[in-house]
């Protein structure tokens, strides 16, 4: 099941079990979760997701995170109004990373850009 949603439907505990079967978590239990802009293709950020972060990510519609720094669940957006509604979920064909389109509200970077990709270019040779 590479393609977990696009009918906007709850999946029911069969099809979560299938999900959850095919997700590699780490031996922390997370697994990479990049944020994608749905329409545009803009890279948003990247942050992590337990079990139940994927499992609320798929059945709310609203992008869930693990927090590594806080060791709890964070939906993106409530407590600064930048949400991400979910509009596909991807997960890649190894299993550890989860592609969550989104449509982003506001920043998606803590520091208030629209993404964590645009303070940094590295210097690399371009082929």
Known sequence: MARVSDTGAEP???AWDAVRARVRFDDRGLVAAVAQQWDTGEVLMVA??????????????????????RQSLWVKGDTSGHVQHVK???????????LV?????GAAC???????????????VVA
């Open 48 to 69: 992590w997701m337990d079990a139940e972060a994927l499992r609320l990510t798929l059945e709310s519609g609203r992008a869930t995170y693990w927090s590594r720094s």
């Open 88 to 98: 596909d979920v991807r997960l890649d064909c190894d299993g550890d990373t989860v």
């Open 12 to 14: 029911d505990d069969q």
């Open 101 to 105: 389109k989104v449509d982003q509200v």
């Open 110 to 124: 803590h520091t208030g850009d629209r993404t964590c990709f645009d303070a940094d270019v590295l210097p690399a």
